[in-house]
């Protein structure tokens, strides 16, 4: 039977990312984001040594979790889940105190440098709330990102998810990530670039 | 095989060196508090010239300290959006109300104490204890709810700042007992009694701390991937020289070799020692809060 609540879902099919970036340039755009921070992004991590070699992407956006820790540890309430499942911040509440930074796995917030809050991916609610799909899935060339409602066993999420691996980021921190991957490289999530010592 | 990343973003800083200034100003105003209370309400009264001494600082240092979290957040008159919109589920809400109960209980029983009124002065102090050590608690709850941060995200870490709290205290009361007596009072001699029972127990409390730097960091070391690359940036990594060196070997370590052995039970070497700790004590918090979001999370 299905069931009316929408539960959004994100899931991008690595097998189909060329790392061309189109998804963290339309991301600026439409959501208005300052110079030197980004809402998404297009992790690249190389494997082995020329010509032996590969370059792997891992696209970064925000999680939505299930039980999202930001939520939780935010002291004004601005971090709101709606039933739908999607996680944004209230601008108008934010004091820009930085905890959800601080606590956030995944390190998807950032303080806009211009409004001195906290913001973050909430995957375009306000082209969801209009019906349209988020700018992300529209840009991408190869169609390698979907975005859908999992109650709703006619979308494009649950068809594939279906059929395919999934995967997410970080499942250990029991925060239940709603954007999902398939073909997820752990060496990508693993590999980390310390600052110069 | 090699794996090297070819493009990431760098990540903004979360909690920065404000924070690490808020959190040691709370811990030295929770452990003056509680030896303050000593003997005003434990009635410990070889302790009884630390009763006022430790009032004092005990407010001064809390009403400066949230200061430092004003400057830290980014719309500052915002701030009264703490008390309108309250989130029970988050550190910061807690301690929100307590920032504004501590001190109001600090002044109530400091003007008690100055009255001569033993008996409210008893009570507010039994009050007080709680209030301050959860005033100082909740910011390891802060931090041990960043569960991504392997560092801040243990157990230990309000008992671990709670300790480090009472130490940092012990000393600073011992050295502002010092300047007390010394240029202050009527007499112009130090009390070499009471400055002896503290270093006594600053020592003990030291031992404690160490043993609990100790196991946490031993557990770090063999947890997961991000608690070991932790665990190897305190050791080997940047944060070495201030954590082994300064926190650990000239904070702790070195103090209190010269407050236990008796060669060394003179008050040159007692004011050497609560410097060091004093010192060491901050850098604590400084590596606790900008060493555990040193590693990058993605």
Not at chain 1, 89 to 118: E, S, T
Not at chain 1, 174 to 181: N, Q
Not at chain 2, 167 to 186: E, H, Q, T
Request: charged content about 15%.
């Amino acid at each position: 039977m299905r069931n009316k609540v929408k539960r959004y879902a994100m899931l991008f099919d690595l097998r189909k990312c060329i790392g061309c970036n189109a998804c963290a340039v339309v991301c600026k755009s439409e959501n208005n984001v300052p110079l030197g921070v980004w809402r998404s992004w297009v992790k690249k991590v190389e494997k082995g040594h020329y010509p032996h070699s590969k370059e792997f992407f891992l696209p970064i956006v925000c999680n939505n979790c299930e039980k999202p820790i930001c939520v939780t540890v935010c002291p004004v309430g601005a971090s709101i889940k709606r039933s739908d499942g999607i996680v944004y911040i209230d601008p108008h509440r934010c004091i820009g105190c930085r905890y959800c930074m601080a606590a956030c796995p995944y390190g998807v917030r950032y303080i806009n440098p211009k409004l001195n809050i906290a913001e973050k991916c909430y995957w375009c609610h306000h082209r969801v709330d209009a019906g349209l799909k988020p700018a992300c899935v529209l840009a991408c060339p190869t169609g390698a990102i979907m975005f859908g409602d999992l109650n709703d066993p006619e979308s494009d999420v649950v068809k594939t998810m279906a059929k395919n691996a999934v995967q997410v980021i970080k499942p250990e921190m029991g925060t239940k990530p709603h954007t999902f991957y398939i073909d997820l490289d752990i060496d990508t999530v693993e590999t980390k670039q310390m600052e110069e010592e | 095989m090699d794996t090297q990343v070819i493009y990431n973003i760098i990540q903004q800083e979360a909690f920065g060196l404000n924070i690490a200034i808020y959190f040691y100003l709370t811990g030295l105003s929770a452990g003056s508090f509680i030896l303050s209370t000593l003997a005003y309400a434990f009635g410990m009264n070889q302790y009884k010239p630390l009763g006022k001494v430790g009032i004092v600082l005990a407010t001064m240092l809390l009403i400066i300290a949230p200061f430092f979290l004003l400057i830290h957040i980014g719309i500052p008159y915002r701030a009264w959006h703490l008390f309108v919109y309250l989130n029970f589920a988050s550190p910061i809400t807690w301690g929100s109300f307590l920032l504004v109960l501590y001190p109001i209980n600090c002044l109530i029983y400091g003007y008690f104490m100055f009255k001569g009124n033993m008996r409210l002065t008893r009570i507010f102090g039994f009050i007080g204890i709680p209030l301050a050590i959860s005033v100082h608690g909740y910011t390891g709850f802060i931090l041990a709810f960043g569960k991504a941060r392997a560092l801040w995200n243990t157990a230990l870490m309000p008992i671990l700042f709670l300790v480090s709290a009472i130490v940092s205290g012990i000393a600073l009361m011992i050295l502002v007992c010092i300047i007390k007596d010394r240029f202050f009072s009527k007499e112009k001699k130090i009390n070499l009694t009471l400055i002896f029972n503290l270093g006594k127990l600053l020592a003990w409390m030291i031992i404690f701390d160490l043993f609990l730097v100790g196991s946490d960091l031993i557990v770090l070391s063999i947890s997961h991937s991000d608690a070991q690359a932790t665990a190897h940036l305190l050791l080997l990594g940047k944060f070495s020289p201030l954590f082994l060196i300064v926190e650990n070997l000239l904070g702790k370590i070195v103090p209190f070799i010269l407050l236990v052995v008796p060669k060394f039970r003179r008050l040159t070497f007692i004011v050497v020692a609560s410097i060091l700790v004093v010192i060491g004590i901050f850098i604590m918090r400084y590596v606790v809060v900008v060493g555990g979001e040193f590693i990058p999370l993605i």
